[in-house]
């Protein structure tokens, strides 16, 4: 994955998350393995802030973004969420994902490349449409 900006976690993000990783590891849930791989390496080289001090323009869990593909120029809003709250239809991507891996802890206006199942893709952050930590959501 190649990101072009520093990637912010809040500790609660990073606690949760965390405890994610813990939790397919321990109930050894092979077919997740190389998505909890990356999210590990996204939290290992992540800043990590409270709460209360990230920058109301990074994608935390729970954001919703709209995003635009730059090789198809296609435009999207997702919003990132917990496995057992992935709904496609709705536009909530599970973290496990590789697009959401991708994009979180991740300030508007970046680009981001990372491999999807189909190939190379790259991402650019357009627009935070709703971030919980900025709308006085810490938990």
């Not at 939290?43 to 090789?71: G, N, W």
């Amino acid at each position: 994955m190649i990101k072009e900006a520093t990637i912010y976690i809040t500790e609660t993000d990073h606690d949760r998350l965390g405890a994610l990783v813990q939790l397919i590891r321990d109930q050894d849930q092979r077919k997740h393995f190389e998505y909890i791989n990356r999210l590990e390496e996204e939290l290992k080289f992540a800043e990590i802030v409270p709460s209360e001090d990230i920058p109301p323009d990074v994608i935390t869990m729970r954001s919703k973004a709209r995003i635009q593909d730059l090789d198809t120029g296609e435009q999207a809003e997702y919003s990132l969420v917990f496995p057992t709250e992935a709904n496609s239809h709705e536009g909530k991507i599970s973290i496990l994902s590789p697009l959401a891996t991708a994009i979180l802890g991740i300030k508007c206006g970046a680009t981001v490349e990372f491999e999807a199942p189909s190939r190379m893709r790259r991402v650019k952050i357009l627009d935070i449409l709703h971030q919980p930590e900025s709308a006085g959501n810490f938990s």
